[in-house]
Structure formats: C-alpha cells, structure tokens
C-alpha cells in the first residue's frame, strides 16, 4: 500500500474492480483538475457570475464522470458515492443538463 492509504475509506460498492491502468500521478492531476474547475465555478458564484458558474459546474461534472470510470475510488475518494454504473451516468447526465440550461438560457445584457 502506498503512503496515502488510509484504512476503511475503501468504496464498499467497487471492492471487485480491478485497479486502474491510468497512473496514479495522473489520476491525481485529474483530480487536481476537478478541485481548480470547483474553485473557479465559486470564484464566479462569488462574483455573481452565475451562467458562467452552472456552465462550468456542469462541465466539471462531465468532467467527474469521466474520471471516474477512468480513476481508482481510493483516489477520487468523497467523489466516488456509489458504484461506477451508477455515479458515471448520474453525473454525466446532471453535468450535461446544467451545461446546457446555462447555455440556453438567454442572457441579459444583450
């Protein structure tokens, strides 16, 4: 076991899945990626830029989606709730929904 391995936050719902094949440094970049696109949506949510914030909460979801077929849950950790066939639809099905009402949404200062 590697130096972060924390006993008993092991995903009860993915204990069959063999490991991923991706490296370990990049299932951590990927990670690294959704914790910035996180910050940015509040950054814009702070600003009251609220298409911007649901757009790219939204694609941060797809983005979710995809590590999380690709990434170990070891790695994605509080990220990874259910099993792999249920949170990579969840997720990319709600990601794709908020990504395009914010696209659809017509703005205001037109």
Not at 59 to 83: E, K, N, P, Q, Y
Request: proline share 6%; charged share 15%; aromatic share 10%.
């Amino acid at each position: 076991m590697g130096s972060s391995y924390i006993p008993g936050i092991d995903n009860p719902h993915d204990v069959g899945l063999p490991p991923s094949r991706v490296p370990h440094v990049i299932q951590r970049a990927f990670m690294a990626l959704l914790v910035a696109a996180f910050l940015v949506v509040i950054g814009f949510a702070l600003t009251e830029h609220w298409r911007r914030a649901t757009f790219l909460l939204g694609c941060a979801l797809i983005w979710l989606s995809v590590i999380r077929v690709t990434c170990d849950s070891r790695t994605l950790g509080v990220f990874a709730v259910r099993s792999r066939k249920f949170d990579t639809p969840f997720t990319l099905l709600m990601g794709g929904s908020m990504a395009f009402l914010a696209m659809s949404v017509d703005p205001l200062g037109s």
